[in-house]
């Protein structure tokens, strides 16, 4: 997988939120990371993606699962959706409600949330 670009290199940010976009991707399919080009000097994110993840099912709404994971609102920047994507994939998060998840969803669509 790449990160292509036209002009201006994209920000750390957005560099950050693509590998960690990728190692959720990677991990639900099974695949290994062997490489990641350039280098990160902080290598992927490593929080405690399930304990975020169990905490955000008790939230009310996704403004409250987007505080949790430290996202602010408004539309989700490469790094926001990497992490409610990473959020997402966690056991714990099976068990929020329907309508949670369909906020979620929403939000990494870039829908508006029902």
């Known amino acids: 997988m790449a990160l292509l670009f036209q002009g201006q290199p ?6 950050a939120g693509c590998r960690l976009q ?6 639900v399919a099974r695949l290994p990371l062997v490489e990641l080009m350039p280098d990160s000097p902080d ?12 905490r955000a099912v008790q939230g009310a709404n996704l403004a409250e ?4 994971l430290g996202v602010t609102a408004g539309p989700p ?3 926001a959706r990497g ?3 990473a959020m997402r994939h966690q056991p714990a ?3 929020a409600p329907p309508h949670l998840r369909r ?3 929403s939000y990494l669509l870039g829908m508006a949330p029902d």
Do not use: K, Y
């Not at 290598?43 to 169990?54: E, I, Q, R």
């Open 65 to 68: 699962v987007l505080t949790g």
């Open 10 to 15: 994209p920000t750390e940010e957005t560099i």
């Open 22 to 27: 990728i190692a959720v991707a990677a991990a």
């Open 103 to 105: 906020q979620v969803d």
């Open 77 to 79: 920047s490469e790094l």
């Open 93 to 95: 998060w099976a068990t």
């Open 43 to 54: 290598g992927l994110p490593v929080d405690d993606w399930a304990g975020l993840a169990a």
């Open 83 to 85: 992490r409610v994507l």
